[in-house]
């Protein structure tokens, strides 16, 4: 079998005709869906996350060259396809910007090296690598990972970049708690003041979902419904994600409005939007059939809202994909339809 026929998919659909979709412009597709939530990152949180970008595209590279030369693998066709950019694109996009840039490196090895290569490499993978390398990270290194730029200063380029190289000294001056780590703080100092009250301070939380962040949410909803328009993606396992962060949040705050955030919030802080549209809809970690999807989508939103509200950490998506895909066999096993002229049993 020829290189370009391994790595290209066919889809065959009514009325029967063959399509062939390759891997590389389905890559291509989702970097370009990227696009916008990374300009408006950029502009508003800060540049830093352009270097950071560079840092982990180059280290998943290389090491995908590297695991590739070990296995005997041809470099060409899979350094060419894309699946290491979006993956580290990814680590990017959910590290802080200015976080040293061993801490990107580290999080690019774990996730090309051992939650890809080590399990088989493209198409073999159980769980999502850029994942497996947030969680890995952030249980590792909690206070790095925590250290996000302050929306509220006018941080320099310079400084940013002295940050990333570790050369900064006036790290604690650059940095702040995000949003959600901020109201989980707050509501656990003074459990007494109403969360609308707390939400009020528009200089941290913005009009939804904390200010500057709320922008980046809302860019990673256009890209995702690019993707759903260019039918790279399927709209199973967002809907279904979606509906399970606004279903549970609504049910808490409309039981203590004065305790729990709105859904609104929910939905435009943290990485709601940017997994619902870019994590939970990766093929080979997740689910294959529609239902199974939808299953899968809704089980790692409730997971991620009790994680964030009622957990350790102020943001629960890493952790609630990560077991979704341990259960994503079982799911596709009980949802699969049956074989055609096969009874189900």
Request: hydrophobic share 50%; with cysteine.
């Amino acid at each position: 079998m020829s290189r370009d026929r391994i790595h290209t998919m066919r889809f065959i659909s009514p009325p029967y005709l063959s399509q062939n979709k390759s891997v590389r412009s389905l890559m291509v597709k989702v970097l370009l869906a990227l696009l916008p939530g990374v300009a408006v990152y950029a502009c508003l949180i800060g540049p830093a996350i352009l270097l950071q970008m560079v840092i982990a595209s180059a280290t998943a590279l290389f090491a995908e060259a590297a695991m590739l030369k070990l296995r005997g693998k041809p470099l060409g066709p899979f350094l060419s396809d894309g699946s290491a950019l979006v993956t580290s694109w990814l680590i990017a996009l959910t590290f802080p910007p200015i976080a040293p840039w061993w801490l990107t490196v580290s999080g690019a090895l774990i996730a090309i090296v051992i939650a890809k290569h080590l399990y088989g490499g493209l198409g073999q993978n159980p769980f999502n690598p850029a994942m497996v390398a947030f969680a890995a990270c952030i249980v590792s290194f909690p206070a790095l990972m925590s250290q996000w730029p302050s929306v509220t200063l006018d941080t320099r380029f310079t400084d940013q970049i002295l940050a990333v190289l570790g050369l900064s000294r006036n790290l604690d001056a650059l940095t702040s708690a995000t949003p959600l780590d901020a109201l989980k703080t707050a509501l656990r100092i003074s459990p007494e003041t109403p969360i609308a009250t707390m939400l009020s301070d528009t200089k941290i939380y913005g009009l939804a979902g904390g200010r500057a962040w709320e922008c980046v949410a809302a860019a990673y909803f256009l890209g995702g419904l690019w993707l759903l328009r260019c039918k790279v993606i399927r709209w199973h396992a967002p809907a279904g994600f979606l509906f399970g962060v606004v279903a549970l949040s609504a049910a808490c705050w409309f039981f203590d409005p004065g305790r729990f955030a709105s859904p609104l919030f929910h939905t435009f802080s943290g990485g709601v939007l940017l997994g619902a549209f870019f994590i939970v809809t990766d093929p080979v970690s997740g689910c294959a059939s529609d239902m199974g999807k939808m299953i899968f989508g809704f089980s790692a939103g409730i997971l991620a809202y009790t994680i964030r509200v009622f957990g350790g950490y102020p943001d629960g998506v890493a952790f609630s994909v990560l077991i979704l895909n341990v259960c994503a066999p079982l799911i596709d096993l009980l949802t699969r339809p049956p074989v055609f002229g096969m009874k189900k049993k």
